[in-house]
Structure formats: C-alpha cells, structure tokens
C-alpha cells in the first residue's frame, strides 16, 4: 500500500510570509497527526484529528498556524505569519483507528530566512 | 508531566551490539515505542512493546521494559554501519493515542 504522501519536500520563505503544507495519510487511515520537529529535537505534536474532528490541538500556536481535514482524508497546515523559529521539519502520520501503529511521512523542511 | 528522556549520542564498533536507553514518566502509557530516522527522512517503526510485557526480541533487536522504573530500552544486535541513525523512543498515552518522543539518540557505528 502507498505510504503517508507530503509535499512539498522543502521551503524556502521569508519572514512574515505565509506558507501551507500538504499531506495525504494512508488509504483508511481515520486518524492524522501533524509534528512539528526542531533540529536536534524529538517530533512535537501541533494537532491530531480523527477523521475531520480535531482530537487535540493544544500544542498548535493558533494565532499563526492552523489545519484542516475537511474530508477526512488529506490535510493541510497553514503558517500565517512564519517567524524564524518556525524553521523545521513538519511531519505527517496516520494510523488506522484504533490502530496500534502511527506511519510517517517524508516530512516537508521549512527553512524561514 | 508527560517526559520522554533519552541520552543524544551512542558510538559503536561494527558487530559490536548497541544499547540505547529511554525513561519516561508517565505511567499510564499503554504502548512503548522505537522508531529509527535517517538523514532527510521521515520516522520509521522500528518495534514497539505493550505495557504489560517486559521483552520483545524481533530478529536482531530486543526491547526490554522495566515498568517499575519506567525505563525502556532497545538492544541492536550485531550492529551494522545501515544501523546509524537516531533512534526515538516515544510513549503513547492511553485513551487520546497522543505520541510523546524523547529527544532522540544518535547512533554512530564505526567501521
């Protein structure tokens, strides 16, 4: 089966510019998680969704990012401003529901100039 | 609190076994985990071990549990230069299936 798909695979933007991320999880999948991992850092999680529901976001910075799964199926992740500190590697993952296993993504590398 | 800890880095020689250790905090963490990340890549799962168990052996790698001092750890056997990469463990709470990751291990295997 075709693993969790992300794209782009690198960014390059300036400050204050906006920037979106895309991710489309495993085929059945219910449940996405979007990781925010910082250079020499374990991956953070920013949001989790089950299906089109939002699980747990209390990690996500709300006043600059933000997400979404209207259909359940594939997501995006918005950065509106970025900042400098936002440079790092966004990973995507899915499990199935009640799954034992979470799947990663290549992930997307944000750098922010 | 919810912590994951893990030392940064681990140097081997090639066939030699590796040791990687983790300790977490919080108790009720159904699944433990181990995942492997090479350069420019996303994470991959390597193994995992439920809670009520206290070893997992899958071809060269063996997980140990010791939940009474909350420590997990990962034991590579016969240790190849394909192994380096830093390894995460990470812990997952039960009922939300949240992921916590420990900072990582970077392991270096000397030819």
């Known amino acids: 089966e075709a693993g969790v798909a992300q794209s782009p695979r690198y960014k390059i933007i300036e400050k204050r510019q906006s920037v979106a991320f895309w991710c489309n999880p495993i085929?059945?999948?219910?449940?996405l998680y979007w990781y925010q991992q910082i250079l020499g850092q374990g991956p953070k999680l920013l949001i989790q969704f089950q299906n089109n529901g939002v699980v747990d976001d209390s990690q996500l910075p709300k006043d600059r990012f933000s997400a979404e799964r209207l259909k359940g199926v594939d997501s995006t992740l918005k950065i509106q401003p970025a900042k400098l500190e936002d440079s790092a590697v966004y990973l995507c993952?899915?499990?199935?529901?009640?799954?034992?296993?979470?799947?990663f993504g290549p992930g997307t590398r944000l750098t922010v100039l | 609190g919810e912590d994951v800890e893990q030392s940064l880095f681990l140097s081997v020689r090639e066939g030699d076994s590796s040791v990687i250790n983790c300790t977490y905090t919080d108790s009720s963490s159904t699944y433990l985990y181990w995942y492997k990340q090479e350069p420019g890549a996303g994470l991959q799962l390597l193994t995992y071990?439920?809670?009520?168990?206290d070893m997992k052996q899958d071809q060269r790698l063996t997980v140990l549990l010791n939940k009474k001092d909350k420590h997990l750890s990962l034991r590579i056997a016969d240790t190849q230069t394909g192994d380096s990469a830093i390894y995460f463990c990470a812990e997952r709470t039960s009922g939300t299936y949240k992921y916590i990751f420990g900072t990582g291990t970077r392991l270096k295997v000397l030819a």
């Open positions: 993952a899915s499990s199935s529901r009640g799954g034992d296993e979470q799947f």
């Open positions: 071990i439920f809670s009520n168990m």
């Open positions: 085929s059945g999948h219910a449940t």
